[in-house]
């Protein structure tokens, strides 16, 4: 409604002022003014879906001198034929010759100066307008997709602060301390360099391969604690991969994942790997007798594709046959 309307109002005065230059009859009359009006909003609306051709056509991020350019001389041209074929009828309709008229020849001249300067005046408040509205929805965007990975990154911390995690950690480590002190003071260290990766991980968007791994790593060690040496890490991965970007706490819900689908024993130990398939990051672990049916967060992969969505417009794929692999996007 709003657009409407300033497009109805500038269209009318800019039909008032080319009024002002083709006003042959010499005196002031109502209809005439009323048909210029008219005429203005004609070219207003005419110019509108113009833009929104040409916005199609040569975007204003991509193209900003020849969008300019262009909607000025389609602006320029599109409306100059809307006023010649209105004084055709004009003159048509009044009985008068119009191309016989010999004081025609100064008006003219000032509605192409007119047509061009409000056909360049048009434009550049339209780019600005464009601008500002593309720049606003863009910081709202921003905004709101922080707040997304805010409350992504909330749900994976509350996951390392579960309180079912933390009470097998202490039952572990009460049972340590009477066993196996050196054991437990290892125990701690793993566990207290968990909780600070998670803590000061948490503001970041995206760590490296290798930042990952060795909080990765010193899960690895709490799990390991607990079950005995039936859980294997196999790294696989270039250099350059280690330096490319995840999400994180991605590596780890990954590896937690693993352990809390699948019993490990002597016979049948759980061995995860990551290595790299052509541009992806592949965590897969084999399959060993299921878990029995446990409480859970509901975020493990869902939050992980949610999260490489919102930063990196990507998908991870999720293969489930003879072993479990989620092929992960390198982040460069």
């Keep these: 409604m709003r657009r409407h309307l300033s497009l109805?109002?500038?269209?009318?005065?800019?039909?008032?002022?080319i009024y002002g230059f083709v006003n042959f009859s010499g005196f002031q009359s109502s209809w005439e003014l009323?048909?210029?009006?008219?005429?203005?909003?004609?070219?207003?609306?005419?110019?509108?879906?113009?833009?929104?051709?040409?916005n199609a056509l040569l975007p204003w991020k991509k193209h900003t001198g020849l969008r300019l350019l262009s909607g000025v001389m389609a602006h320029l041209m599109l409306w100059t034929a809307l006023i010649v074929i209105a004084l055709l009828s004009y003159f048509e309709l009044s009985g008068l010759p119009f191309f016989l008229r010999e004081d025609l020849n100064d008006p003219l001249i000032k509605i192409a100066i007119l047509l061009f300067c409000a056909a360049l005046i048009y434009n550049i408040i339209y780019?600005?307008?464009?601008?500002?509205?593309?720049?606003?929805?863009?910081?709202v965007l921003e905004l709101q997709q922080e707040r997304r990975q805010?409350?992504?990154?909330?749900?994976?911390?509350?996951?390392?602060?579960?309180?079912?995690?933390?009470?097998?950690?202490?039952n572990t480590l009460s049972s340590l301390f009477q066993k196996d002190t050196a054991k437990a003071e290892v125990f701690i260290r793993a566990l207290a360099n968990s909780y600070q990766y998670t803590l000061q991980t948490y503001g970041?968007?995206?760590?490296?391969?290798?930042?990952?791994?060795?909080?990765?790593?010193?899960?690895?060690?709490?799990?390991?604690?607990?079950?005995?040496?039936?859980?294997?890490l196999d790294v696989q991965l270039p250099p350059e991969v280690l330096q490319s970007k995840v999400p994180p706490l991605t590596l780890q819900m990954l590896v937690e994942n693993a352990v809390k689908h699948n019993v490990m024993s002597a016979a049948s130990p759980l061995k995860v790997q990551l290595a790299i398939e052509g541009k992806k990051l592949c965590v897969t672990n084999n399959k060993t007798s299921?878990?029995?049916?446990m409480d859970s967060l509901k975020i493990g992969l869902k939050n992980i594709a949610a999260r490489y969505e919102l930063l990196a417009h990507k998908s991870i794929?999720?293969?489930?046959?003879?072993e479990f692999t989620v092929q992960l996007p390198l982040i460069l």
């Design 127 to 139: 780019f600005a307008t464009y601008s500002y509205q593309h720049y606003a929805k863009g910081q």
């Design 290 to 293: 299921k878990r029995p049916k």
């Design 34 to 54: 009323l048909l210029s009006a008219l005429l203005g909003i004609v070219m207003a609306y005419a110019a509108h879906y113009a833009n929104t051709l040409l």
């Design 204 to 232: 970041d968007r995206l760590v490296t391969v290798t930042e990952e791994l060795i909080f990765v790593r010193a899960y690895c060690e709490l799990i390991k604690t607990r079950f005995g040496n039936h859980l294997s």
């Design 150 to 170: 805010t409350q992504l990154q909330l749900k994976a911390l509350k996951s390392q602060l579960s309180p079912h995690f933390l009470f097998n950690s202490m």
């Design 317 to 322: 794929a999720i293969l489930d046959a003879q």
């Design 8 to 17: 109805m109002l500038g269209g009318s005065l800019l039909g008032i002022l």
